[in-house]
């Protein structure tokens, strides 16, 4: 069997800054392609409860943006090869100016950024800036978005869009059904290739996702098992290269 294409999300700082490393490590070594790394952020209105608490835990310790881009550089340094997307939320990105913060992101070794409250054709100069470092801005389509306006989107020449794969937050399981295999055909008709996340956290739902989408994502099924396992460090990083392996389906 051909492997499935893989972006992992993970909390830069969660739960601390060396099992963070841990975890990226782990990933990777489970076959991750692409690493999504979320800046934490106190009002993550895309996420659920798993990786919302997590943000916060790490929040709590006085983490901001800067530590999170050093993170990412570590990151990088040891894993040049692997892509990084930067994912975080609009104010974050706006507050220290938009150009200013993508020439950081860069720097830090960011190839992709995907924030999903900027909307794609009201991105505050995000794609603009993203070209000008050398990265990609990585719009989100959702499947409650109006057919004109994902039409619009799909065709206006982004080379990814992250495709939501249900309406709400991320976390909970998502069915892979006829609807969502529709919706994936509706954004990837102008050329874009496709990433599909929002719940997916087994083998068989990412089969059944893997030949309509460039990579599949997953999140929250990480950060719960960072969650229940942090206290034993070698236990969690077992845990979370099996996720993965299992993920990419087994053949790596």
């Known amino acids: ?121 009201f991105d505050e100069g995000l794609t603009e800036a993203c070209k000008k470092n050398g990265m990609i801005n990585i719009p989100v389509a959702a499947p409650s978005m109006a057919p004109e306006r994902l039409y619009k989107m799909a065709h206006a020449g982004f080379p990814y869009i992250y495709a939501a794969l249900r309406v709400g937050i991320t976390g909970t399981d998502t069915k892979i059904g006829e609807d969502t295999l529709s919706f994936l055909k509706r954004v990837s008709e102008g050329g874009s290739k496709i990433y599909g996340g929002f719940g997916i956290s087994n083998g068989e739902q990412a089969k059944a996702l893997a030949s309509s989408v460039e990579a599949i994502v997953a999140g929250s099924v990480f950060v719960r098992i960072i969650a229940e396992n942090q206290h034993e460090p070698e236990k969690m990083a077992s845990l979370i290269e099996a996720k993965a392996r299992e993920l990419v389906g087994g053949e790596l």
């Not at 975890?23 to 800046?39: C, F, H, N, W």
């Not at 996420?47 to 800067?66: F, H, M, N």
């Not at 150009?99 to 794609?120: Q, W, Y």
């Open 1 to 121: 069997m051909q492997k499935i294409k893989l972006m992992s999300h993970l909390v830069a700082g969660y739960p601390s800054e060396e099992s963070a490393l841990t975890v990226a490590r782990s990933l990777v070594k489970g076959g991750a392609d692409i690493l999504e790394i979320q800046l934490p952020f106190s009002d993550p209105s895309a996420d659920g409860p798993a990786i919302q608490t997590a943000c916060t835990k790490v929040l709590e310790r006085g983490y901001r943006t800067s530590d999170g881009l050093s993170f990412i550089a570590k990151i990088h340094s040891e894993f040049p090869d692997v892509p990084i997307y930067l994912m975080s939320y609009g104010s974050l990105i706006y507050t220290p100016g938009v150009e200013n913060f993508c020439k950081k992101a860069a720097e830090a070794g960011v190839k992709g950024m995907i924030i999903p409250d900027l909307p794609f054709d």
